[in-house]
């Protein structure tokens, strides 16, 4: 089984990832994981693909966290979409605690700039951060992927 949790920075995807991962002993992969796989980021990619198929016919479960939209191509079909999002305040408010208390400029406005940029994806679930518990977020995920714990 295959569980992408996508969103954007801050909104609690890995959150909610290791909370998965501790109920289904699932690996996790972040971002770019997928470049150890090989020296050439094409084969890299290659091989993170057919990783992800095999994960998607029941030979492992993996859970895979994007938070770049170019990785959701990565993604196989039958793969359970998971979208996690925030509202833009609460984002900053936490991107400013991972740098030290204070946000600059230039990165509120980008910031500014990438927020909603998965709201048009497809999704399965949708989490919103804040609004549900990591636990009714999690039992709400697993009952999709047939109660598998």
């Known amino acids: 089984m295959v569980i992408a949790v996508f969103g954007e920075s801050c909104t609690g995807k890995s959150t909610l990832a290791d ?3 501790q109920r289904l002993g699932a690996k996790v992969y972040t971002g770019k994981d997928f470049l150890r796989l090989d020296k050439s980021e094409d084969r890299a990619k290659a091989a ?10 029941g030979e492992e479960d993996i859970i895979y966290v ?3 939209r170019e990785h959701l191509a990565l993604l196989p079909e039958g793969c359970l979409r998971v979208l996690v999002t925030a509202p833009l305040e609460e984002i900053c408010r ?3 605690q991972r740098t ?13 700039r990438k ?12 989490v919103s951060s804040g609004e ?4 009714a977020s999690c039992a709400e995920i697993l009952a999709l992927c047939g109660g598998r714990v």
């Open 115 to 126: 927020h909603g940029c998965f709201d048009a994806e497809p999704c399965d679930v949708h």
């Open 94 to 96: 936490r991107f400013a």
């Open 100 to 112: 030290g208390g204070t946000l600059p400029p230039p990165v509120r406005a980008m910031l500014e």
């Open 19 to 21: 909370s998965l991962k």
């Open 48 to 57: 993170f693909a057919a990783l992800l198929s095999q994960a998607a016919q």
């Open 132 to 135: 549900a518990s990591v636990e």
């Open 66 to 68: 994007i938070s770049e």
